[in-house]
């Protein structure tokens, strides 16, 4: 094959690769879901990039999300991810939303970790917020609220 | 009309560049990952913990589905092959960044990421500084990135391999040099404005009305204690002046395409906004970092800076082939 036509193709298999590439990322970077295609990230590594998107005003408070575990002494006992064995991220983006939503079969693995590693049963996740607030004399913490609180069914 | 629109493809993807611009990205980039996948303790320590997860918490980015669909499309990889993966990665990293069997290195180190990434980010939470990252692999692995500044090319110029190139170019440029940095700079631009879209579409001007970035600031400085973060976050005029400014770096970060002096001031930018969210925030984007490397023209500014340097200097051996 001469290397004219070797020079074509390359450049044909590049082109494809590089209007692939670019058409995924312009697909996840704005979510355009079209028939299977869900949205990101489905199709990681091309992502939408919409951290930090909400807006925020004044007097709005900073909540600190805490779980409490509750043992079936009914003993409260604070829950950080190291306890679980999980990364922080994990622990607030699965478990917290899965105490939000009521969502029990999305807590039942992490209740899972936490009976098998201290071997005591766990019979409720409650989210606390524990909120902060901005004055002219700095961060003033505010009363803790309940968030959430999630109960699992007695086996 | 075809043809024009071919010939112009072809002219702006496939014009002839510095190999010597793609060399630096690579090691700059390859360079970056390599270092994101230390200390080996924590990274195989995570790997091991994330690797005993129950099961209801695997959830399998669709791309890793097709990594491990020579074993079973619904195969959860252990320990013991995460483990070889990730020293496969540290291995191919290392030949990568110094340019031995460069392009193999490339795409082993590319699909040993992309592997290792995935599977961290199949557990129901998917983060966002790794993406771009993978794709800029896999187009250095499929561009000519070890031609220069490389074990590849020294042992090409000393050995008795013949240095001519197809197509007739020299050993110093190539068709193929330019297109993984372009790509590079399509993708993040597509990112950026992303990031600028999504903030406009949900919040609007109210983005930048100083609060907004304060919470976040103050968020981040309150959940890893750091106290710059907590000073940052009470400086509202301050916090004010950068969420405007964030907003409209982001959103006119594409203009380099178009433009590309204008990496001169995005590249210098975003290379601080990166290092404010990282020491006030603990928000690492040095990836992100890394890939302002492909929007430098690193050899015509070694040129210039070569000119300045004056009469001296300008003994040595200069590239004779036209600046991009």
Redesign the interface.
């Known amino acids: 094959m001469s290397?004219?036509l070797?020079?074509r193709l390359?450049?044909l298999a590049?082109?494809v690769?590089?209007l692939v590439?670019?058409t995924l990322?312009?697909i996840a970077?704005?979510a355009i879901t079209v028939g299977p295609i869900e949205r990101?990230?489905?199709?990681?590594?091309?992502?939408?990039?919409?951290?930090?998107?909400?807006?925020?005003?004044?007097g709005?408070p900073?909540v600190?999300q805490v779980v409490v575990g509750v043992l079936a002494d009914s003993t409260d006992i604070v829950l950080a991810p190291a306890d679980l064995?999980?990364?922080f991220?994990?622990f607030q983006?699965?478990l917290n939303r899965a105490i939000l939503r009521d969502d029990q079969?999305g807590a039942?693995?992490y209740r899972?970790?936490y009976e098998e590693r201290y071997g005591r049963s766990l019979v409720a996740f409650r989210l606390e917020g524990h909120p902060?607030v901005?004055t002219e004399d700095?961060?003033v913490a505010g009363s803790p609220v309940v968030l959430g609180s999630l109960g699992f069914d007695p086996e | 009309m075809i043809e024009r629109l071919q010939r112009g493809w072809t002219r702006y993807w496939f014009a002839p560049a510095p190999v010597v611009d793609l060399a630096v990205a690579r090691i700059v980039i390859v360079g970056v990952q390599l270092y994101i996948l230390f200390p080996a303790q924590a990274a195989l320590g995570r790997l091991r913990a994330d690797s005993v997860l129950p099961g209801e918490l695997y959830d399998p980015l669709p791309i890793l589905h097709l990594l491990v669909a020579p074993l079973g499309w619904t195969y959860r990889p252990g320990f013991e092959v995460l483990e070889l993966v990730y020293w496969v990665a540290v291995g191919t990293g290392v030949t990568a960044l110094i340019g031995l069997f460069t392009n193999l290195s490339l795409l082993v180190f590319a699909w040993s990421n992309i592997f290792l990434a995935a599977f961290k980010w199949s557990f129901g939470d998917v983060h966002h500084q790794n993406g771009l990252i993978m794709i800029a692999l896999v187009a250095l692995a499929l561009g000519p990135a070890g031609r220069s500044l490389s074990v590849d090319s020294w042992r090409a110029r000393f050995g008795a391999r013949n240095v001519d190139q197809p197509g007739g170019e020299d050993q110093h440029t190539s068709r193929f040099a330019l297109w993984p940095l372009l790509l590079i700079r399509y993708v993040m631009a597509l990112a950026y404005f992303s990031a600028a879209y999504r903030k406009m579409s949900v919040a609007g001007v109210d983005w930048m009305n100083g609060y907004t970035l304060q919470h976040y600031v103050l968020q981040d400085a309150v959940r890893w204690d750091i106290p710059l973060g907590l000073w940052l976050g009470q400086q509202f005029w301050l916090i004010q002046a950068l969420s405007v400014l964030t907003v409209v770096w982001e959103g006119t970060f594409f203009l380099v395409l178009i433009f590309p002096r204008l990496a001169w001031f995005y590249v210098p930018v975003g290379l601080g906004f990166h290092t404010m969210t990282w020491i006030a925030m603990r928000a690492g984007f040095f990836q992100f970092m890394a890939l302002y490397a492909a929007l430098v023209p690193w050899r015509a500014t070694w040129l210039w800076w070569l000119n300045r340097r004056g009469p001296g200097l300008q003994s040595l051996p200069v590239d004779p082939t036209p600046q991009t």
């Open positions: 290397s004219r070797t020079g390359q450049i590049v082109s690769a590089i590439a670019v990322q312009g970077a704005f990101p990230p489905f199709l990681w590594p091309f992502l939408d990039y919409p951290m930090y998107e909400q807006p925020r005003y004044a709005e900073i600190r064995g999980v990364t991220w994990q983006n699965i079969a039942e693995a899972g970790i902060l901005m700095g961060l």
